[in-house]
């Protein structure tokens, strides 16, 4: 059974930083692509960024760029969001996700990804 599980998130005053974490058990995460997702109230669910499965290649929303970085430690079968000089406007529920579509750079398109976590809440206050 797949699990992906986020970590993290909270509560920080725009400006501050948070790292999100994403744990994966049942699946083979080394040959996997990964990404962040995230979904504020009232909103579609949105591309924040991928990684490929061997770390070396990653992917950005516009929004995120120079702020956000992805990242992944493959013997910890964990994925991580590095978020900094956080704004309001990131405020929203993050998913991390599964890709067995091993392209390079990695997809931005929510249908690319087979495996969801339940998310984990971020909220950054004006």
């Known amino acids: 059974q797949v699990q992906l599980v986020e970590s993290g998130g909270g509560l920080v005053q725009a400006g501050g930083s948070l790292r999100l974490s994403c744990a994966a058990s049942g699946l083979t995460f080394s040959v996997y692509n990964m990404g962040w997702f995230r979904q504020a109230p009232g909103k579609e669910r949105e591309f924040v960024a991928a990684?490929?499965?061997?770390?070396?290649?990653?992917n950005y929303a516009d929004s995120v760029k120079g702020r956000f970085i992805i990242s992944r430690d493959n013997a910890k079968n964990t994925m991580y969001l590095q978020m900094n000089s956080l704004k309001p406007e990131d405020t929203a529920v993050y998913y991390c996700?599964?890709?067995?579509?091993?392209?390079?750079?990695?997809?931005?398109?929510?249908?690319?990804?087979?495996?969801w976590g339940q998310g984990t809440q971020v909220t950054v206050s004006s």
């Open positions: 996700a599964a890709s067995n579509r091993l392209t390079t750079p990695p997809r931005m398109a929510i249908a690319a990804y087979n495996y």
């Open positions: 990684v490929t499965w061997s770390g070396g290649n990653t």
